[in-house]
């Protein structure tokens, strides 16, 4: 299967479209159905011109719990920043979330080895009030940072609630952090519990994450309670004034958990940037935001419900885990998995098809990497339960799309999603109602002011641009943390167009009001002044067998740009000219001459973030001449070493 950018490649049924939450919510606050494009297009126009009665609608239809909305919605609606949302309103992130049939199964872990671990509501209730009842005992206060050092297990939902439950903020960071790109994080926000795993399973090997628990214990002085979950074994042993999950959590505690209700914009989660670039950048979420936003992206975008099985491949480390986890607020079940996803056998089709995935999560590397590998689940796995899959963390390449149609399933949403950590949520995203077109994002968030603008901030259709939103909505951060004067927050996101959020992403909205994402604004290539995404030159470049993966920068040259291309080869290919030719070749015809590479190289591997994501601005600093500040945000950082070695060349 092939096409062109745009072609429909899935439509839903009437029926189907006219069944959605999407539909059901636009019949009751706009008076119609979503049953088409521009029906949507009208919804969404709508949703961004009335923020209050939109956002006021959400927290009725999705049944936010709490005391709530109040008779004000939103404060001060023409700054950004510094709009207020929900003054009036209280509520608890946590007592949303666990609310419903204590009998329902709401948890299903599956790790690298042994059996799933499953928990019903009221299990996860009872096991959420003995840590609340804990953390109260141990001091915690509204406010108070709980951090989790933690692979993506039980227990790191169970104590996020508990965090939640009292008014705590959490934070956390994934095992396979290093000491430096941890302590870069938690330093910045002195926690007062840290929570660590005694190690973690990846691709059939233990890691041990203890002595690195230790470093930390001791570089954090604002740290009073280590406390150590036993995943590995059952009694490992512990650092100096460490003490095991079981130990900590009150013997005799509630069995129900008590929910402090705080006003809408009280902290939930911190947050981090990359740090590829200096320090993270600490970014503060609110719970009402996080809350009300999740409920809308669940509910409306990805029709989720009662019933339904919701997957993200993620680490704790990745805001997709929060994203994952805020789906038992609709009353879905939440489905983790820890481990190696790729490994020979399909871990990840496997676990969907036993457990009934309705709703499966991953990256567009996962994807594009199932594709390379040739696997069709769709042909030996019962993924009949499959209604949706999501996308995110990098453009979906169109010939991925063609990939999960003809190898997953042919009648399924697939919704390539695109926000961000900044924003805990998505700027566009998937739509139950609407078409699936090739290379395309379905279609900007409700109530999300949405547009592609040039230079001057204009807004442009059919063109490349910069992504802004013009209008606050309630996902913003409500801080950066140590940012008293709003500076750094500011100069994140508002410099640019004074007023507007510029996200940093080039963008284009096509004529069918879809998004295509064409890379990061600061990697655009721009030989002899040509701009183009380096999402496009991948999409291109992974087509071929020989290539397992790839990156691309322009290096400033001879009072331009050229580009080099460094590609990573499959097993037992090797870079000669033909295939050099080949691929020059090849983009010549599907970009333009000026973004032909000057130079294609092989390297072992590529760099990229703990989160999985290309760092094209640390090898382009290299190839410049210019420090990499901060290469404990990598997960490999051993991987700028052959780009040094290559600059010395060049």
């Not at 309705?358 to 339960?385: E, I, M, N, W």
Request: with cysteine; glycine share 10%.
């Amino acid at each position: 299967m092939s096409g062109a950018f745009g072609d429909i490649l899935w439509t839903p049924s009437p029926e189907r479209a006219a069944g959605t939450r999407l539909s059901r919510f636009a019949d009751q606050v706009w008076g119609r159905p979503v049953d088409g494009p521009a029906a949507y297009a009208d919804l969404q126009a709508w949703s961004v011109a009335n923020p209050a009665v939109f956002w006021q609608s959400v927290w009725t239809f999705c049944g936010v719990v709490g005391d709530g909305p109040g008779d004000e919605i939103l404060r001060h609606a023409d700054r950004m920043p510094g709009a207020v949302w929900f003054p009036e309103a209280r509520l608890n992130y946590a007592e949303n979330l666990l609310q419903g049939d204590g009998a329902k199964e709401v948890l299903v872990f599956q790790g690298e080895e042994g059996d799933p671990r499953r928990l019903t509501r009221a299990e996860l209730r009872a096991q959420t009030a003995r840590v609340a009842a804990a953390l109260t005992a141990a001091g915690v206060a509204p406010g108070d940072r709980v951090v989790g050092f933690l692979p993506n297990i039980p227990e790191a939902v169970i104590a996020m609630l508990a965090a939640a439950s009292v008014g705590a903020v959490w934070s956390s960071c994934s095992p396979d952090f290093g000491v430096q790109g941890v302590l870069d994080r938690f330093g910045q926000i002195a926690p007062k519990v840290l929570l660590t795993a005694d190690g973690y399973r990846y691709g059939g090997k233990t890691h041990d994450s203890l002595a690195t628990a230790r470093l930390l214990h001791e570089d954090l002085p604002s740290v009073e309670h280590l406390v150590v979950v036993p995943f590995l074994t059952a009694a490992p042993s512990l650092p100096p004034g460490a003490v095991l999950w079981d130990d900590f959590l009150a013997a005799d505690g509630p069995a129900e958990p008590t929910y402090r209700r705080l006003p809408f914009d009280h902290p939930l989660f911190i947050m981090y940037s990359s740090g590829t670039t200096g320090l993270p950048k600490c970014m503060v979420h609110g719970a009402g935001g996080t809350l009300l936003q999740h409920l809308k992206e669940h509910q409306l975008h990805c029709d989720l419900g009662p019933g339904d099985r919701l997957f993200y491949y993620t680490t704790c480390g990745w805001m997709m885990w929060n994203w994952l986890v805020s789906g038992l607020a609709s009353g879905a079940a939440v489905m983790l998995y820890d481990g190696h996803a790729l490994r020979p056998e399909p871990v990840l089709w496997d676990f969907a098809a036993r457990e009934g995935f309705t709703v499966f999560g991953t990256s567009a590397r996962y994807l594009a990497a199932c594709q390379k590998t040739g696997l069709a689940p769709g042909r030996t796995h019962d993924l009949s339960s499959l209604r949706c899959v999501l996308s995110t963390g990098s453009p979906l390449a169109p010939e991925t799309f063609d990939y999960v149609y003809a190898d997953v399933k042919a009648d399924l949403q697939l919704s390539s999603i695109s926000g961000g950590t900044d924003i805990i949520s998505c700027f566009a995203l998937g739509n139950p109602a609407l078409p699936v077109r090739r290379g395309e994002l379905q279609s900007r968030g409700l109530g999300m002011a949405v547009e592609v603008v040039d230079g001057t901030g204009q807004p442009v259709t059919s063109a490349k641009g910069e992504l802004v939103c013009r209008r606050p909505f309630p996902s913003m951060p409500l801080s950066f943390w140590n940012d008293p004067d709003g500076s750094r927050y500011h100069r994140a996101y508002f410099d640019r167009f004074p007023g507007i959020w510029c996200h940093g992403d080039f963008a284009e909205i096509t004529p069918s009001d879809g998004l295509i994402i064409h890379g990061r604004s600061d990697t655009v290539l721009n030989p002899g002044g040509v701009r183009i995404g380096t999402a496009e030159i991948y999409r291109i470049v992974e087509q071929f067998s020989e290539i397992r993966e790839s990156l691309v920068v322009g290096q400033t040259w001879q009072g331009d740009v050229r580009v080099i291309l460094f590609v990573v080869l499959s097993a037992g290919s090797g870079l000669d000219g033909d295939l050099a030719d080949r691929v020059k070749s090849r983009l010549k015809q599907e970009t333009s001459p000026r973004h032909v590479p000057a130079l294609i190289l092989a390297v072992p591997e590529i760099p990229r973030t703990l989160s999985g994501k290309l760092v094209e601005l640390a090898v382009r600093n290299i190839l410049e001449g210019r420090p990499v500040d901060n290469a404990d945000a990598l997960a490999n950082p051993g991987a700028l070493d052959v780009f040094r070695k290559i600059a010395e060349t060049l």
